[in-house]
């Protein structure tokens, strides 16, 4: 590769990988994928089988009305697609020549849009979600050659990473604002720690404690435990780290009387990461009559909308008969639905359930 071409290969890189962090990712990095393959067009389709619809469809410059058009019409009829995994494949190698220019696709669509130059790969990943990414050309332009094929393969691997890193950034953004909402909605409250001790986030019910300096106090972005020996204990936590010590439960005692519960658990980062979140420190009060949202028990375990409500019954008080009487359900129907509760939460037992459901993670 010509050293010229080298530089533009890097920057196609950084504009793959920086594009997990646009507001609409891969834009750019499409544009200039078009440019280096000499190409009037570059796609990028995420589906998952089965979909009549693609849930995500990208051409940068293209008519919206043609990509709109594909998306709603076209897209389940498209026989371009179930390439060989990760092999870059010609349309009408695809489909041979003939065949190509007969189907109702070319005539209906590839036709309008500009003939049938086009190279793509299908990735398909372990969630069964798939990745297709296409390069156009105009049928006024020469196709595609073997040194196109072979820059669109180079691309391929690295496709194939930041696609994967994008699902997880995605789960794990879902993941983080179900659980930070649901942990918010049961009245727990977050304080998360860098490894020198410093605040670097709280939820607005840390952000309540705080104001009341009724118990915990934040002073110079760090927490400040009138517990002399409970400010060791988390000092310590915090050098001992990359041993990854058990989570450290302790009592905040408060001058308006009654403590608070906390719990303090290592947030799992790799090695390599010396800075941001370190420790995370979830304090609710055990006095404090809890008002729990079906929606946030189920969303913070994974619980059915019945299973969610049964917890909630139980969590006021009540028998599992009361529970099940309460919410119109037969005994043994509620009996099988505490089971599946007992396994998401990891309780064993009904009062151990609601300690959990009350203490917010004690």
Known sequence: ?????????????????????????????????????DATYATLILTAPGMTIPGTILTPDAPAAKTEDYAES???????????????????EFLGGEAARNSDFYRDFLAEAGGDQVLGVDLRFDNGFEARLRATRDRSLPDFGMAEREAFQAIVPHLRQAIALFERLQVSGAEHGVYSGAVEQMGVAAVILDR???????????????EAADGIVVADW??????????????????????????????????SGGDLAAVAKPIA????????????????????????????????FQLTR??????????GGGSLVEAADALGIAHNTARSHLRSIFAKTGARRQSQLVHLLHGGLQ
């Not at 020198?196 to 705080?210: H, S």
């Not at 980062?269 to 189920?298: C, H, K, T, W, Y």
């Not at 409500?309 to 969590?315: E, S």
Request: charged fraction near 25%; charge should be neutral.
């Open 74 to 92: 076209f897209f389940a009829s498209d026989p371009f697609k179930g390439l060989p995994e990760g092999k870059v494949t010609a349309f009408s």
């Open 1 to 37: 590769m010509a050293k010229r071409d080298q530089d533009e290969f890097s920057n196609l890189l950084a504009a793959l990988y920086g594009g997990l962090l646009e507001p609409t990712p891969w834009e750019e990095f499409l544009r200039g994928f078009a440019v280096w393959l």
């Open 306 to 315: 019945m299973e969610a409500n049964l917890a909630v019954a139980l969590a």
């Open 196 to 210: 020198q001790g410093r605040v670097v986030r709280t939820n607005a019910v840390a952000d309540r404690l705080i």
């Open 269 to 300: 980062a790799p090695a390599f990461m010396r800075g941001g979140a370190a420790l995370a420190l979830f304090i609710s009060d055990p006095n404090q009559e809890a008002r729990l949202d079906p929606d946030a028990v189920r969303d913070l």
């Open 222 to 255: 760090r927490l400040r435990l009138r517990d002399a020996g409970q400010r060791r204990m988390i000092e310590a936590m915090l050098k001992s780290l990359d041993d990854h010590p058990a989570p450290l439960r302790f009592r905040i005692e408060r001058m």
